[in-house]
């Protein structure tokens, strides 16, 4: 058993170590440096820990615990600084934030560095020596340490979440997807911290990160969610007075704007998703393509509608989606 999961946490920090050198060689997305630092730190307390748990003597045991704190502490100041790079406020991630960040993971290692004050942190009871999966004891400043941790992954995972809801319908799903991958090992930390059931002993957040080293990576280069567009759109394209709608090669309703509802008389925008843009604007007419023609990507395209009462046009030069616009009709007048 112990052999299986020191075997597991190795798997788990030569994997985040990997993502890390992938994230470091496609360092072009504002978010890389700050990514990889975070699988980075991940990496190296998951390998910490492999070797904490094949330790046979208890120095030996306690000497590579003390070592994975470089690692835990900088997890925080790297997930806050990458969920700030990630939704658009990378010009708050300055020398002097993260400098301020570093601090108290900085006097956590002095503090274990230090016998005198080692214990004030963690340490192996004596009580300990001989069990494979002793728990470890925690001193007043390991309390503080955690709740320091979990104050900035909360602080974060709350601006990304703040920041996710204001993003375009079509990209919901996948970005519910990041915010469960990130609290997986989250919870599991809580739980192990706590000393919850089995997971005191066993405290499995390097391995889980796997799955949050992975989606992430995924977003920020595969899904490309790391790029602002999105987050503009629900700031703006939402405000704006002209119906906008987002067209498939099919020239069916990817997205839209509330104007654009207002425009087909529908409720919601989500009324309009998957639905043709001929089947919502019967009366125009050339809107819907011959059957079994799909457009090609990059094929240029003009439509010309006639919204409100007033001329409007769908453009597509290039990608797989055309947008559309024109005026919609407010509720109000005056």
Not at 146 to 161: G, P, Q, R, S
Not at 215 to 244: E, N, Q, S, Y
Not at 246 to 275: M, Q, S, W, Y
């Amino acid at each position: 058993m112990l052999s299986l999961l020191a075997s597991l946490m190795v798997a788990a920090g030569l994997l985040l170590a990997a993502l890390a050198a992938y994230v470091a060689w496609r360092r072009s997305a504002p978010a890389a440096a700050s990514l990889a630092v975070l699988l980075l730190a991940v990496a190296w307390w998951g390998l910490a820990y492999a070797a904490e748990l094949s330790a046979t003597e208890l120095a030996t045991k306690s000497r590579w615990g003390d070592l994975k704190y470089v690692g835990i502490g900088a997890l925080g100041p790297s997930w806050l600084a990458f969920v700030l790079q990630y939704t658009g406020r990378g010009h708050r991630v300055t020398r002097r934030l993260l400098v301020v960040l570093g601090i108290e993971p900085a006097v956590v290692l002095a503090l274990l560095a230090v016998p005198a004050t080692h214990d004030l942190v963690r340490f192996y009871p004596a009580s300990a020596a001989g069990d494979d999966l002793p728990v470890v004891g925690t001193g007043p400043v390991f309390w503080v340490h955690l709740v320091y941790t979990n104050a900035l992954l909360l602080v974060a995972t709350v601006i990304f979440v703040s920041t996710l809801v204001r993003v375009s319908p079509v990209y919901w799903r996948m970005s519910m997807t990041m915010v469960a991958a990130a609290l997986l090992p989250w919870v599991a930390n809580l739980l192990h911290n706590l000393e919850v059931g089995p997971f005191a002993r066993v405290d499995l957040t390097p391995f889980l990160f796997i799955v949050t080293g992975a989606v992430c990576v995924w977003g920020l280069f595969r899904a490309h969610l790391v790029k602002l567009a999105p987050v503009a759109r629900g700031v703006i394209v939402d405000t704006m007075a002209d119906a906008v709608f987002v067209l498939d090669a099919f020239r069916r309703v990817l997205d839209a704007n509330p104007a654009a509802a207002r425009v087909v008389g529908r409720p919601r925008t989500a009324d309009l998703i998957g639905r043709s843009l001929g089947e919502l604007l019967p009366d125009q007419p050339g809107l819907t393509p011959p059957t079994g023609q799909v457009e090609a990507t990059g094929t240029p395209l003009e439509l010309t509608l006639s919204v409100g009462g007033r001329p409007a046009t769908a453009a597509r030069s290039a990608g797989t989606s055309s947008t559309c616009s024109g005026s919609a009709p407010t509720s109000g007048g005056s």
